[in-house]
Every structure is written in structure tokens, then in C-alpha cells.
């Protein structure tokens, strides 16, 4: 953190300004997930008021280059003293402008919650968080490894003996054999459908509840928070993080806080 050469007032204003400041209200719900947080909106609402009758003021000042973007966000009092943090992610490669514009308000909500001490979002690492029993990953095997898709094949019907021709007409030949059938559409997943994702950030924790567990925090290029218990694919998620490349996952969301129980390379 950077600061001025004093911040007494300004500390002093501060202290003042967090006695009527509260937690922002979750108003966005994503529909995929079904979790809920605060916007970038609803954290300025939280602080406006209580900042402006102490002399405070907040600016987020945007910086970028190839690899990188910035938000440094700064604290101002009228005294002139300042304190100010910044935070930087990895640039997407081929970014698009929503994707410029997501990561920029990810950066900026979570540095000015963090400077403020006020949160957005569900704690998961309180007593509820339950690991979840499942621990065998199911991969989908590469393309070249997999085995050749079966077809059913309908028998034909046998034919009956032909009578003597002395005895009946000649019977009609029979039908030709009904073309093989196409192959069955492959099983759909007992637990959801795939999603495929781009790992901004995850974080290998350890739950606090009676039974401590690890799990992965994980947070998505388009701001949702998800969790994975399964140890046997916390390598393919940091990988994924790692190289900014695209996954597939299957999210049970049966519970508060979504899990990802399965994953699938891009």
C-alpha cells in the first residue's frame, strides 16, 4: 500500500466514516449458479454517503498494456492525504471489450472492498460449508483414446421354409434387412450439463467446520464464485488458471454455494 507522508486526518476520517458504513446488498443473482453477491454499484452505494460527510473521496484509475490490466484505487481526504492499493490480473489473449470491462470491475470492487473492510459476497468458509462425500473425478477421456462407438444392429427376421412349388405359388422374397440403426445419443450427465469456463483465480483452502477439509475457491473470467472438494481435480483447475485456457465443468448447485464435481480439459 502507498500513502501520503501523513494520514492522521484522513485515518481519523475514516474511523468516523465506518461507524454508519455497512455491508452493500446482494442484488445480483447469477442464474447458472444461483449464487448471489453485491455489484460495483451497490459497494459505491454503501460508501457514498458516509464517505462525502467525512471529507472522503474514492477515484479507480484504470492502467493496461499486452499482458496485464490494472485498477489502482485510491482513498482521498480534503486535508490532501491519500492512501491507495492496486491490483492487476493477466490479460486474456484476443481480449474482447467485455471481457476488458469484466475483469476491470472484478479489480475494482474487490480492492475498494478490501481498503474499506466491507464484503460482497457469501462467506464460504464459515461452520455451514460442508465438504461433499463424492472424491471419485470422472474424466472424459481424449478423443484418440476413446473407444469406438457401438451401433445396434437389428437382426432380420428368419425366413420361413418355402413350400413345394407343386404344393403353392412361390412365395415373395423377402424384405431386405432394415438399415442399421444410428448410434444412441450419448448418456446426459446425472449432474448437469457442461459449462466451460475460464479460471481468473483459485485458491486451495482449508474448510473450518468440525470436519476440516480442502477445497479450491474459485473465481470465473465472468465473476462467479465457485468451490471444488474434489482433490483429484484441483491440478486441472490450477493448470487451467495457470495457462488462462478454457475448461469444461459440470457445477452441482443443489446446495448454497455452487461445487464443481467435474472437469474436462478444452
Request: charged share 25%; hydrophobic share 35%; glycine share 4%.
Amino acid at each position: 500500500m502507498k500513502t501520503s507522508e501523513t494520514i492522521g486526518s484522513l485515518i481519523t476520517a475514516l474511523a468516523a466514516a465506518q461507524k454508519s458504513i455497512t455491508n452493500p446488498q446482494f442484488d445480483k443473482v447469477n442464474p447458472h449458479f444461483k449464487s448471489r453477491y453485491a455489484t460495483l454499484a451497490a459497494h459505491l452505494d454503501a460508501i457514498r454517503l458516509p464517505f462525502a460527510a467525512e471529507g472522503l473521496v474514492i477515484s479507480q484509475p484504470i492502467s493496461s498494456d499486452r499482458d496485464t490490466i490494472t485498477v489502482t484505487t485510491r482513498i482521498s481526504h480534503k486535508s490532501g492525504e491519500w492512501i491507495e492499493e492496486s491490483a492487476t490480473e493477466p490479460r486474456p489473449e484476443r481480449c474482447t471489450i467485455q471481457q476488458f470491462g469484466s475483469i476491470c470491475s472484478y479489480l475494482r470492487r474487490y480492492t475498494l472492498a478490501s481498503m474499506v473492510s466491507i464484503t460482497g459476497e457469501d462467506d464460504l468458509d464459515g461452520e455451514e460449508v460442508v465438504a461433499p462425500t463424492r472424491q471419485q473425478a470422472r474424466y472424459e477421456p481424449h478423443p484418440s483414446q476413446s473407444a469406438p462407438a457401438r451401433t445396434f444392429q437389428p437382426r432380420a427376421p428368419e425366413r420361413e421354409p418355402e413350400p413345394h412349388p407343386s404344393q403353392t405359388p412361390p412365395a415373395p422374397k423377402p424384405a431386405p434387412a432394415p438399415a442399421p440403426a444410428a448410434a444412441p445419443a450419448a448418456e446426459a450427465d446425472q449432474h448437469g450439463e457442461w459449462i466451460w469456463i475460464q479460471v481468473r483465480f483459485c485458491d486451495e483452502k482449508q474448510s473450518q467446520g468440525k470436519t476440516a477439509s480442502p477445497y479450491l475457491a474459485v473465481k470465473t473470467a465472468d465473476d462467479q464464485r465457485l468451490t471444488c472438494w474434489d482433490t483429484d481435480l484441483f491440478d486441472v483447475i490450477k493448470a487451467a488458471h495457470r495457462d488462462r485456457s478454457t475448461i469444461g465443468v459440470i457445477v452441482d448447485t443443489s446446495s448454497k454455494f455452487p461445487k464443481i464435481v467435474e472437469v474436462k480439459r478444452g
